[in-house]
């Protein structure tokens, strides 16, 4: 499926462990028929380790490599595996090395039959247009690492990963780093969600999707319509 005709979202993350995998899981819940892309970039020595040490160094090569299907992708408790279990129609893991990146996820995006598909990852964002990008974060802020830092010039919204009886305080918390980061002109200006919030994340989806869905179809009927007037 043609880019045009397809709703890619994106959800980063100020750092690992912020909880982006889990909030992929909850938009496929909610979004069905959709498919997820994982993206997992490997090292050979640059971290300084054993190359076989690290999880996905043995897999890596002089072209990116996507793995598709149930078969090939799903292992219990791995994110991949907990895409499949929230619902997901397919899943595509691209492991690469960082100068493959965007070379694996337009493959991987080439792979993609659904109306709309969610890629979790920050690096991507320089290479892929996307038509709506969320960064995940916790209300008590953190480090950013670079990634996220370029990828927030991109992003549309930022989702505050917090407990549901904390979301009255997590804005206030974030609101009070936000004060302390030379991030805050970006950070300000996007849409935020808290966890309560998601039902208004998961409709903002939606209507992007609807409206993209209702521009394909116009503008496949004025090509159609090109079409017949040439023949």
Request: net charge negative; charged share 25%.
């Amino acid at each position: 499926m043609e880019d045009s005709f397809r709703t890619i979202v994106a959800i980063g993350g100020f750092s690992s462990e912020v909880g982006k995998t889990t909030l992929l899981c909850e938009l496929l819940g909610a979004l069905p028929g959709w498919e997820a892309i994982k993206l997992t970039r490997g090292h050979y020595r640059s971290c300084g380790k054993d190359p076989h040490a690290c999880c996905v160094s043995h897999l890596l090569g002089d072209e990116p490599l996507i793995r598709s299907g149930r078969s090939e992708t799903y292992t219990p408790g791995k994110d991949t595996g907990r895409y499949w279990d929230a619902g997901a129609s397919a899943v595509h893991w691209v492991i690469a090395t960082d100068n493959q990146v965007e070379q694996g996820i337009q493959l991987a995006l080439e792979r993609v039959s659904a109306p709309g598909v969610l890629l979790e990852g920050n690096s991507f964002l320089k290479f892929v247009e996307v038509d709506f990008a969320v960064m995940v974060a916790r209300a008590d802020g953190g480090k950013i690492k670079p990634s996220a830092r370029r990828a927030l010039k991109v992003c549309s919204a930022l989702y505050l990963f917090d407990e549901p009886d904390e979301a009255t305080t997590a804005r206030e918390r974030f609101t009070l780093q936000l004060r302390d980061t030379a991030d805050q002109d970006l950070l300000a200006a996007l849409t935020l969600y808290t966890r309560a919030e998601l039902p208004s994340l998961i409709a903002r989806i939606q209507m992007i999707q609807a409206l993209k869905s209702s521009d394909s179809d116009i503008n496949g009927r004025s090509k159609e319509t090109s079409n017949a007037a040439a023949r």
